[in-house]
């Protein structure tokens, strides 16, 4: 009995709570699971810096054209590659994620609690963009120190702006892709069919204009298309002004808001 009493006032106090308090208890529970699988740490950050150095190396003497000018190809990489890391970090291993504790039950204990479901997807978004942030760093700064490759001070903001955007959007499309996936066995071949083919559409893995004029159209449906040519603008040397990309945002932000709409509505 006292025991029953005791869990019935916990669930009171604890549904007196504010939202942001909330999402923010919950965050700090997210981050320390997601430190504490080593190996998958060391895979969502490794990948993309294999893929750079892979690219980089292979590809370090010819070059590409871009808006105003002429890159080196490896140069090209650094920002084509970090879409590929925040894709990885808040889309791939956050649908794995969610799919892995959806199966094993924690979220159907979480609904005991007084966690709604949007304290789940905004602290899980979190994490997300602070991972995508981190594989972003350490990516920049290989590039500077290995192919000359910098971003322009000028353009700084709107790159940091890009890869926050990116990486909401894409754990917003993260948890609208979980509810769709109807086991964890699926979920790994789901996510890589998903991203690598429309990786290599879109810019990341072949420079843009080295594809057939169809496939560019379509990639620009989907939304990795957008983020590598935001965050494209926003790294090229010959870009003028703020390097902000507004239409491509506005593709972003609208992916975003349909992810969004559907997770709510399917994550119970």
Known sequence: MTTTIRRADLTVAGSQ???????THQFRHDLRCFFRNRLSVFFTLAMPVMFLVIFA???????????????KESVYYVPGIITYGIIAAAYMNLTVTVIRYRESGIYKRQRATPLPA????AARAMVG??????????LLAIGW???????????????????????AVFCCLGF???SLVSNA????????????PLAFISGVFIPILELPRWLIDVGKVFPVHPLAAALLTAYNPHTVGSGLSWG??????????AGLAFAVIRFT
């Open 17 to 23: 709570r504010s939202l942001p308090d909330l999402i």
């Open 57 to 71: 190396s292979v590809f370090r003497n010819g070059s590409v054209a871009v808006p105003g000018g002429v890159i």
């Open 118 to 121: 949007s304290a789940v997807i």
């Open 129 to 138: 963009i602070i991972t995508a942030f981190a594989i972003a760093v350490v």
């Open 145 to 167: 120190a290995f192919y000359g490759a910098s971003i322009p001070g000028r353009t700084a903001p709107a790159f940091a702006l890009d890869i926050v955007v990116g990486a």
């Open 176 to 178: 609208a892709t979980a």
């Open 185 to 196: 066995d699926a979920a790994q071949p789901v996510v890589l069919g998903l991203v690598l």
């Open 248 to 257: 491509d945002l506005g593709v972003l932000a609208a992916w975003g808001v």
